[in-house]
């Protein structure tokens, strides 16, 4: 069984940083695109990047390219997101999800996490 979990959220000043990370089991976590997206309270879920099976192309939404990474290790079967220079916009709960099924920014993942959240204070 396939399971996604993520860590690493918190209560950060805007101008800091957090590193979320997401844990996955499953021997087939390789081989899947991977992606990271967010909802904040009374909002949409939105897409916050994505990543290749194999780490060597990257996507990200435009509210969050230069100031968000995302990378992997696939040998620890884990992805993570790199968060800088934070806003309190970027305040949302945040989802790691694998095994694209679609456009990658359209949401259509197999597997999700549960989310982890993160709170950024002006």
């Known amino acids: 069984q396939v399971q996604l979990v993520e860590s690493g959220g918190g209560l950060v000043q805007a101008g800091g940083s957090l590193r979320l990370s997401c844990t996955a089991s499953?021997?087939?976590?390789?081989?899947?695109?991977m992606a990271w997206f967010r909802q904040a309270p009374g909002k949409e879920r939105e897409f916050v990047g994505t990543?290749?099976?194999?780490?060597?192309?990257?996507d990200y939404a435009d509210s969050v390219k230069g100031r968000f990474t995302i990378s992997r290790d696939n040998a620890k079967n884990m992805m993570y997101l790199q968060m800088n220079s934070l806003k309190p916009e970027d305040t949302a709960v945040y989802y790691c999800?694998?095994?694209?099924?679609?456009?990658?920014?359209?949401?259509?993942?197999?597997?999700w996490g549960q989310g982890t959240q993160v709170t950024v204070s002006s």
């Open positions: 999800a694998g095994g694209r099924m679609g456009p990658p920014r359209a949401g259509s993942y197999r597997y």
């Open positions: 990543i290749i099976y194999t780490g060597g192309s990257t």
């Open positions: 499953g021997r087939a976590f390789s081989t899947w695109d």
